[in-house]
């Protein structure tokens, strides 16, 4: 069974970098094509930060991209959320999720199945 | 962006009672259209696709329907454990972007 799992520092001071891991287990990194990062303001909705492809090409939400880097290390099963200059408006739980990318009808969807537990990431001095 | 309104913010419902949530995209996005539900302090559960697809291992219960703009999430009978936040997600294009979110709880 696939497993997702999140790990990093909870607190992190303004300006500086948010970096975070995915450990992936109950399979490898590389038979699945995408991987995402996902966030959660406390108490609010949800907000997609990007992909990976396990090439490690990548694809970002343009309000975060400036700042935003995603990569793979196949050799430790893992993925990896580098996010600079932070401030308190990136205080949130971080979630990373598999990204299905399915052919269906000749037609391609995606979606996020399964998700990590989440990580709380506290931006403050 | 591609903008998803839900409605209602949230609402009380009866175990056994019928409950169904709307999910509004701000451009055609045909059937690419997700469901998830979230409960409080967990992370989100996937639960359908293409709109109207029940992941497997999903209760028959819950069921999806819409294209274009306008999509529904139902619960033909609510039960205790469907307390939660629901949401709908476009995989139309990216970004890919997320509902406000349906708060649903038990009465």
């Known amino acids: 069974q696939l497993q997702l799992q999140e790990s990093g520092p909870g607190l992190v001071k303004p300006s500086e970098t948010l970096s975070l891991a995915c450990t992936v287990s109950?399979?490898?990194?590389?038979?699945?094509?995408?991987w995402g990062w996902i966030r959660q303001p406390p108490g609010k909705g949800l907000e997609w930060i990007g992909s990976i492809y396990n090439s490690g090409s990548t694809t970002y939400n343009p309000s975060l991209k400036s700042r935003v880097t995603i990569s793979i290390d196949m050799s430790k099963n893992q993925f990896s959320l580098r996010l600079r200059s932070v401030t308190a408006a990136d205080t949130a739980v971080y979630y990373c999720?598999?990204?299905?990318?399915?052919?269906?009808?000749?037609?391609?969807?995606?979606?996020?199945?399964?998700w990590g537990q989440g990580s709380l990431v506290t931006v403050s001095s | 962006d591609i903008q998803m309104t839900q409605s209602p913010s949230s609402l009380s419902a009866s175990v056994g009672d019928r409950v169904t949530i709307t999910c509004r995209a701000s451009?055609?996005?045909?059937?690419?259209l997700n469901w998830y539900q979230q409960r409080p302090g967990k992370a989100p559960k996937f639960l359908i696709y293409t709109a109207s697809s029940l992941q497997s291992g999903v209760p028959s219960r819950f069921s999806g329907s819409g294209s274009g703009t306008e999509f529904t999430l139902t619960i033909s009978s609510l039960q205790p454990e469907d307390f939660g936040t629901y949401y709908c997600?476009?995989?139309?294009?990216?970004?890919?972007?997320f509902g406000q979110g349906t708060k649903v709880e038990i009465k």
């Open positions: 997600q476009q995989s139309y294009s990216t970004p890919w972007t």
């Open positions: 999720a598999r990204n299905v990318s399915v052919n269906l009808s000749s037609t391609k969807y995606n979606w996020f199945d399964p």
């Open positions: 109950g399979d490898s990194i590389t038979n699945t094509y995408y």
């Open positions: 451009q055609s996005i045909s059937n690419y």
